[in-house]
């Protein structure tokens, strides 16, 4: 099995640039972080850990799980991606090869949507989620994802000690009630009072996305 880097340089206690899970877990928007950024390398070979990987591992799960947003809970049937998965696994358990698979299949679903074709997407998102429950990803309500702070921490996280998360200073009712604010404003046509909140929602971490019929979904980011 491969070593465990820290910053390109072997992990060693010796060096004292060893993490243990209580440490890096509360530097995560969810353990779901650290698993994708495991998988993302193969057991034989080496693996990179830094706070810039686990950035990346957070977005990428953050664009699958945009994918997932908002589409019907549908019953799936196994197709191609599946197939293919299973022969990644197969393959001397080459999960970076089946997280591969999991991101063509968010771009099947995101291009069966902007097509309009909520039916097919839905069946993808399905497919998608299933594969991803392989792995142990895609535990969590996609919607729910979004309001969970990404905490900001420094370049080591037994440094910086406590992490402060992205728009974890607000209640998930105190950006509703931001918003509902908002929305009155828009209605009244008071855009400065609008762009108001929304920048201040934006300093504190919380990403807002105006969507037809008047409805706003936020995220935190």
């Not at 928007?29 to 850990?49: A, D, W």
């Not at 000690?161 to 992205?166: D, F, L, Q, R, V």
Request: charged letters at 25%.
């Amino acid at each position: 099995n491969g070593f465990v880097n820290v910053d390109e340089e072997k992990m060693s206690k010796s060096l004292g640039n060893f993490f243990t899970l209580r440490e890096v877990l509360p530097a995560l928007r969810h353990p779901e972080v650290l698993r994708f950024f495991v998988l993302s390398s193969h057991y034989r070979g080496p693996i990179n850990y830094s706070l810039e990987q686990l950035e990346q591992a957070d977005a990428a799960l953050g664009r699958i799980y945009t994918a997932l947003r908002d589409l019907p809970a549908v019953a799936g049937a196994a197709g191609a991606h599946t197939t293919r998965f299973l022969e990644s696994m197969d393959d001397d358990f080459n999960t970076p090869e089946a997280l591969a698979v999991l991101q063509n299949l968010t771009r099947e679903v995101n291009s069966a949507r902007d097509a309009g074709d909520l039916a097919r997407a839905a069946q993808l998102a399905a497919e998608l989620r299933a594969l991803g429950g392989v792995l142990g990803l895609l535990g969590v309500e996609p919607a729910q994802w979004f309001r969970l702070a990404k905490p900001t921490v420094g370049r080591r996280a037994r440094e910086t000690g406590a992490a402060e998360g992205g728009g974890a200073g607000l209640s998930d009712e105190e950006i509703e009630a931001r918003i509902a604010a908002r929305s009155a404003a828009r209605r009244a046509k008071h855009w400065a009072e609008s762009d108001r909140i929304r920048d201040e929602l934006a300093a504190a971490g919380v990403l807002l996305e105006d969507r037809p019929g008047g409805k706003t979904a936020w995220r935190r980011a």
